[in-house]
């Protein structure tokens, strides 16, 4: 059981490239969300799944789009990446609105 | 526009001692409330939690106290231990919506053997 999972761990990516950012849950939960973290704040939610095919927005989504195709897979692609989308980004899971659980998080740079 | 505050980022304990964190939150609206611990390079994980029907909930050396009417709650750990060192995060929702959590900024515990 591996819980959350996250990848790349790190990346750096250039000012207008896009990418992809994995998540995947093996726990069967069937809430998925998107947080960034920038130093000294808070995670601030980007995009949530209540389960396959259904998405929403959080508190800060513009830049970024997400997709919900299976209960397992919850990516985030980020499109013509700005450096104020610098951050590390977690993606979590849960039962309906219950303890999240997090992956390990992804260290994007943008430059 | 932050709804969950936590006014100190840094904290220094004695080993042995009683470590208290603080968190505040604006929105009325919110009843379900939990403490998560991060260590660096990792995700955060779960430590506690309190619904507003209560106003303590106790689990080992941790305990959440929450008081609705100044909308405050505390984190209390005792004994801490060097191992608690880590940056403790408190956050809430609404939980008829159950799904966005609002987080605070964190508070970094250092605890000195």
């Known amino acids: 059981n591996a819980g959350v999972t996250q990848t790349p761990k790190f990346h750096i990516l250039k000012i207008g490239q896009s990418m992809t950012l994995q998540c995947t849950q093996d726990m069967n939960h069937n809430y998925m969300y998107w947080y960034r973290q920038d130093p000294g704040m808070g995670l601030k939610l980007i995009y949530y799944s209540v389960g396959a095919g259904i998405t929403d927005k959080g508190e800060v989504p513009n830049g970024y789009n997400v997709s919900r195709s299976t209960t397992e897979d919850f990516p985030l692609r980020l499109e013509l990446a700005a450096p104020s989308q610098t951050s590390v980004y977690f993606c979590?899971?849960?039962?309906?609105?219950?303890?999240?659980?997090f992956g390990p998080g992804t260290r994007l740079l943008v430059l | 526009d932050q709804q969950v505050k936590q006014n100190s980022p840094s904290l220094s304990v004695q080993e042995g001692r009683i470590s208290i964190l603080n968190c505040d939150y604006t929105?009325?609206?919110?009843?379900?409330f939990l403490w998560y611990k991060k260590y660096p390079a990792e995700g955060p994980t779960f430590l506690i939690s309190?619904?507003?029907?209560?106003d303590k909930n106790e689990d080992g050396r941790f305990t959440v106290f929450l008081n609705k009417s100044a909308k405050h709650l505390s984190l209390h750990i005792v004994p801490s231990q060097p191992g608690d060192s880590a940056v403790y995060f408190c956050a809430a929702s609404e939980s008829n919506t159950g799904n966005q959590f609002y987080f605070g900024t964190g508070t970094s515990l250092t605890v000195i053997p």
């Open positions: 979590a899971s849960s039962y309906v609105g219950e303890t999240q659980y």
């Open positions: 929105n009325s609206m919110f009843d379900y």
């Open positions: 309190i619904s507003s029907i209560k």
